[in-house]
């Protein structure tokens, strides 16, 4: 609805911004709470979208999307492809999940940069209210020229001799680079959700081990979709209003505020917690996660989210995927839930490149719902 709102305002083609602004400025928080959804334009625009009443139309991939399914084309393509994202791309599923497939079918030539930013164009260097050193901030346009100018103009300009993969190592603050993604040297580790069966909220006696579970222990929530458990993340309490100031620092500590008050009073989100870390930890390539779980419903939605816990308790996170359960195994072939019945849930968490240093923790969440997100 977001989308559709910059599409109805044509927010991009005003270059002063303010259309933009105008858009990313209403409180979705307040907006989003209005049901059904397919009235949401209304709530958000104040009339009906076109986009938007076609989107929620179809909601399977059916033939209304078949066009820009695109993946499995690419068996077909054989060019050489900038693939350039940030670990918190809001789109930079894509650029693993393109990169992915087309080194599957031996395309040669597949260049992969991965840094800590967001969705630009350019590198920055403070990114979640933390900063990254000189060292994240690489020239993206000229290396992108370079790139072109080999390939499409013949330059010999030592592209050809340069590593494929690079990828950004947050914490650490330093480049890991290879020709394929994930890295040689990647070893995937398994870590495992382990309770008392009393996860519920932080304050709750769930653990993150990677050690497997010795006994067969669930844990257990109610999902109330009236009061859709918030996004531990999305926080807008400061003040906005004009002439008032606010530094991100400011930001920053509001938001961990407002995300440990949540985890602790939401007996909805499931919160699982590594001991301190004894010793540095560098995670740099895909995360994805596996729930077992039964629901008394006939759908529901699954969310899990893994961040960093400092000493002082901290909160950065590093990555979050979600499910629809009747998604499980296709988007074009929806299948609905028996209720009771545990079901295997694969989630992609995307990416994340970051080391933790020792004493520090790694938490993972679990809930039903990220309102308004």
């Known amino acids: 609805v977001f989308w559709a709102d910059v599409l109805e305002s044509e927010a991009t083609a005003d270059i002063s911004g303010a259309a933009m602004a105008k858009v990313r400025g209403k409180d979705y928080h307040k907006h989003l709470q209005a049901l059904p959804v397919i009235e949401l334009d209304k709530a958000v625009l104040g009339k009906e979208n076109r986009y938007w009443r076609t989107w929620i139309a179809h909601p399977t991939n059916d033939a209304y999307w078949a066009p820009a ?215 740099a390539g895909p995360v994805s996660a596996v729930l077992y779980a039964a629901t008394t419903a006939r759908d529901t939605d699954w969310f899990v989210r893994l961040m960093e816990v400092s000493e002082d308790g901290q909160i950065f996170p590093l990555v979050e995927g979600r499910l629809r359960a009747r998604f499980r195994q296709s988007t074009m072939n929806p299948e609905l839930l028996e209720p009771g019945r545990v079901y295997e849930y694969q989630l992609d968490l995307w990416q994340t490149g970051i080391t933790i240093p020792s004493g520090r923790r790694l938490r993972v969440e679990v809930a039903s719902a990220s309102f308004p997100m």
């Open 69 to 283: 399914n695109f993946l499995d084309r690419l068996k077909d393509v054989r060019i050489p492809v900038f693939h350039q994202a940030g670990w918190y791309d809001g789109d930079g599923i894509g650029t693993k999940l393109n990169y992915l497939r087309m080194a599957s079918h031996g395309a040669p030539h597949q260049k992969l940069v991965v840094g800590p930013w967001g969705h630009t164009q350019d590198a920055q260097r403070v990114t979640q209210g933390r900063d990254f050193s000189p060292e994240a901030v690489i020239d993206l346009q000229a290396e992108r020229l370079r790139w072109l100018d080999h390939w499409l103009k013949g330059a010999d300009n030592g592209v050809a001799n340069e590593p494929l993969v690079s990828v950004f190592v947050m914490g650490a603050n330093k480049w890991l680079r290879g020709n394929v993604y994930p890295l040689p040297l990647t070893r995937f580790e398994k870590w495992y959700l382990v309770s008392g069966g009393h996860a519920n909220t932080s304050t709750g006696d769930g653990r993150l081990s990677n050690e497997p579970p010795t006994g067969a222990t669930s844990d257990q929530y109610t999902y109330d979709p009236g009061d859709p458990t918030p996004d531990p993340n999305f926080f807008t309490g400061l003040d906005v209003s004009e002439g008032a100031e606010r530094s991100v620092d400011d930001e920053k500590k509001a938001r961990e505020v407002f995300h440990e008050n949540t985890t602790r009073a939401r007996k909805d989100i499931l919160v699982y917690t590594t001991e301190p870390l004894t010793e540095a930890l560098t995670i």
